[in-house]
């Protein structure tokens, strides 16, 4: 079967991100100073749980963006030669729940029902009946789902349970084995990680992974047979649309932050090194932009944007490639609109450093202007973009929502924790009440949120030592 | 400090300026008004005189930036960019661009109000609720009160204020029916339909603030003044209270005042989400239904309300620390 790839504009993004992301970890282990601050991040045990999480969601988005499309079965009376394309663009995550995305309702459903949620007129036996229909995929291997349905979710969920714990139990082993030299052989390194004896946080790690797995062993078990999270009004599953989610989060997170970087970066040391009318022209500029409330500057572009994109068709294939168009474009907005604050920050921070005696020095032995901000100015204030980046993560994912609910958000047709809310606001309000998408965004965001939050916390607090003074602590952390 | 006044209004008129030039630009230039006629007229075919007509109707009808074919200094003053600036510029906000074209400045002015009984209690009581919250855990620093306390804050500021306005209003509304799900009332009625969003709002805000304002005292409370006053033998909470809360609220003026224009211009989410008709469900409307007209008028508000709240948080700080003196 062959197929095409397609590149979209936020997977290319995405993907250099990571390549990204990887060559900066390889900067970061060669220089030991940055390696030394990084190593106070990787002892953090609230980062380094929150690190484990945000990864597993890293792989969720990165496996949603391998973007492609199937070629169709030729039709009879088509050329051999000619391949036409499936006009539907598919990521290898759609590949790995076609089953899900396969299993189709017609309606709402509960979380596991086998039954759908309201009444419908049924034919039975000549006589027209008002019950509750069973579903069409939800359960639908019970031969007599009244007698069977339990005792069928419980051994399924055990099973899964008991799988999770195996892969942590692998895990824990793995972990004694790569620690056993410095430890003194594997059952000496399994009490240390017991008693939280190790260099690095392995024993919270561990438990973050077996939590993880003990939750996640039951969905994977349960879900080919049933709906975990229910399903939504047009009868798809809901956990296919949350985890299709995640990669919007990141999307926006991700590509908004790095599309604010250039101009905070560039103007900021450009004002902070020349002064003068430099700095006027700068100041002025971020003055003006952050005088309009936020919300309203990207609604504009936004509705701009949708003019815009109405007017040309012809600049996007697929129905996908336009919402990718429109997403990507709303993070070039949201970088637009929102490099002030780092700006402001590079600027101080230059302004500062151009006047210490490293930079004099390079100044009087005649180094250019331009190169001594490239060599000398720019990784000194690189923390800042650091810190103002992961902190800026989770403020974004919780904006998207918010500018969804509005109507200026990502487009309708990708699913997104802000659709998902936004929806759920008339849901809630049925009877009975459709609770499960809610539940499921609330407790999926929440858990990247937070997750990035703290993380952001760990990496300020390793890179800015006056934030760690104010760590509230129970117990210091015992030296291994 | 009224020469500082006037050179900081002077380049507030900058600024909005340059504001100005930026809507114009993103509203005339990336769209034509031929498009956004064809937007709002709606339908399939829409002929060219429908169109002149929708833009003669609004004053679209000039050329955008400069216009050849007047004389003299009309070529700058008779154009669409010129008009839309001097009237923003003196607050006529014109009618809006839908088929209703209600007038935008009588709408500002009705909706203001309804916009300032929601906000400005809120914005109080926001102010007092962050700073008691943050002052305990300042005062109980170091202990498992502080620690359990952060880590709650850190919890709440994860959670999308979309989520507490919804279960809140299934909860308080749906379940306990202690107040209306939505809707307004003027007068003492408002308190019941005001109470539920104040107090959400006021909890989807507490933990980033609570959190933000404890660093600012832990910051003031590492200082020798605080351990003179400690040394003189005063008791922790005069200390707190007398001391460390004065000091800290420069930086909690300025953090707070960020949020001023807001006040005027209504919490966006809120208001439509409980149908109080103030001037954030109107921004909201206008956004749905593509009113560039209302939407430039906001941005032009907006960044004129944050000119005017930056010079009071500068006055502000004259009165809260007397060491500072505008020139």
């Not at chain 1, 008002?130 to 291997?141: C, K, N, S």
């Not at chain 1, 939280?196 to 003990?214: K, N, S, W």
């Not at chain 2, 203001?112 to 102010?127: E, K, N, R, Y």
């Not at chain 2, 953090?255 to 149908?275: C, D, I, N, R």
């Amino acid at each position: 079967m062959s197929f095409k790839f397609v590149l979209l504009w936020t997977d290319v993004a995405l993907w250099l991100l990571f390549a990204t992301l990887v060559g900066y970890g390889w900067r970061v282990a060669r220089h030991d100073n940055l390696r030394a601050t990084w190593a106070k991040v990787l002892r953090d045990p609230a980062a380094m749980c929150s690190a484990l999480i945000l990864l597993l969601f890293l792989g969720v988005a990165a496996l949603d963006s391998l973007h492609f499309r199937k070629a169709l079965p030729p039709s009879p009376g088509q050329a051999a030669d000619k391949v036409f394309f499936d006009n539907r663009v598919q990521s290898l995550l759609d590949l790995a729940l076609a089953r899900q995305i396969g299993m189709r309702e017609s309606t709402y459903s509960e979380p596991l029902a086998y039954l759908a949620l309201t009444k419908e007129s049924v034919t039975r036996d000549g006589k027209v009946q008002r019950e509750y229909p069973r579903l069409a995929h939800g359960g639908a291997h019970l031969a007599d789902p009244a007698r069977d349905w339990r005792g069928d979710l419980v051994q399924r969920a055990l099973v899964g349970a008991v799988g999770g714990l195996l892969l942590a139990g692998v895990a824990t082993l793995l972990a004694a084995w790569l620690l056993r030299r410095s430890h003194g052989g594997v059952t000496a390194a399994l009490r240390d990680i017991a008693a939280d004896r190790t260099h690095y946080p392995v024993r919270a790690l561990l438990i973050t992974f077996g939590l993880i797995c003990l939750l996640a062993g039951p969905v994977v078990a349960l879900m080919g047979h049933y709906h975990v999270f229910g399903t939504d009004r047009t009868g798809n599953d809901v956990l296919v649309q949350t985890l299709k989610s995640i990669r919007t989060a990141f999307v926006i997170g991700m590509l908004s932050t790095l599309a604010t970087l250039p101009v905070a970066i560039v103007l900021g040391i450009l004002a902070g090194y020349f002064k003068g009318w430099v700095d006027e022209v700068v100041q002025y500029l971020y003055t003006t932009l952050s005088s309009v409330p936020n919300v309203l500057l990207i609604a504009a572009c936004v509705l701009m944007v949708q003019v815009a994109l109405d007017k040309h068709p012809e600049w996007f294939e697929t129905g996908a490639e336009r919402s990718d168009l429109k997403i990507f474009l709303l993070c070039a907005i949201l970088g637009i609109t929102g490099w002030a604050t780092l700006c402001r920050l590079i600027r101080a921070e230059t302004m500062k450093l151009r006047e210490l005696d490293f930079v004099q020095a390079a100044t009087a032995f005649g180094v250019s202007d331009a190169r001594i901000m490239a060599r000398h100015i720019l990784p000194n204030v690189m923390h800042l973009v650091l810190i103002t980046t992961v902190l800026s993560f989770s403020d974004l994912i919780l904006y998207e929502a918010v500018l969804t609910y509005i109507g200026v958000g990502v487009d309708p047709s990708m699913s997104s924790f802000g659709g998902m809310i936004n929806l759920a606001r008339s849901e809630m309000s049925r009877d009975p009440v459709v609770w499960w998408s809610f539940v499921a965004a609330f407790s999926f965001m929440v858990a990247l949120v937070l997750a990035a939050n703290l993380f952001a916390d760990g990496v300020r607090d390793a890179f800015d030592p006056r934030s760690r003074a104010l760590r509230p602590r129970l117990a210091a952390r015992k030296p291994a | 400090m009224g020469g500082f006044i006037l050179r900081r209004l002077g380049y507030g008129v900058l600024i909005l300026i340059g504001v100005n030039l930026l809507t114009f630009f993103l509203f005339f230039t990336v769209n034509t008004p031929d498009d956004m006629a064809r937007l709002n007229i709606g339908g399939k075919r829409v002929t060219q005189e429908q169109i002149d007509k929708w833009k003669r109707e609004r004053g679209y009808d000039r050329p955008l930036y400069f216009n050849t074919e007047a004389p003299g200094v009309e070529k700058v003053t008779r154009t669409v960019l010129w008009e839309r600036s001097v009237s923003l510029l003196v607050l006529d906000f014109g009618r809006s661009d839908s088929a209703r074209s209600t007038d935008i400045g009588h709408e500002v002015s009705t909706r203001m109000g309804v916009s300032l009984q929601l906000a400005l209690p809120l914005f109080l009581l926001q102010l007092l609720v962050s700073i008691s919250f943050s002052l305990m855990l300042v005062f109980f620093r170091h202990s498992a009160i502080d620690f359990w306390g952060v880590v709650l804050c850190v919890v709440m500021l994860s959670i999308s204020a979309l989520f507490y306005i919804i279960v809140g209003q299934f909860f308080f509304s749906r379940v306990l029916r202690l107040v209306p799900i939505s809707g307004f009332a003027s007068g003492l009625d408002a308190v019941r339909f005001l109470a539920l969003p104040v107090f959400l709002s006021l909890l989807s805000r507490l933990g980033g603030e609570a959190r933000l304002y404890r660093a600012m005292f832990l910051e003031e409370i590492g200082k020798d003044y605080v351990r003179t006053a400690r040394a003189k033998g005063l008791s922790e909470q005069v200390v707190l209270f007398r001391h460390v809360l004065r000091n800290a609220l420069i930086p909690i003026i300025t953090s707070a005042g960020s949020y001023l224009p807001y006040v005027f211009l209504g919490s966006l989410v809120f208001e439509s989400f409980f149908g109080i008709p103030g001037l954030g469900a109107f921004i909201i409307e206008a956004i749905g239904g593509q009113d560039f007209a209302i939407v430039r008028t906001m941005v032009f508000l907006g960044s004129l309300l944050y000119i005017v709240s930056n010079i009071l948080i500068d006055v502000a700080y004259t009165w809260v620390d007397p060491r500072v003196r505008l020139a």
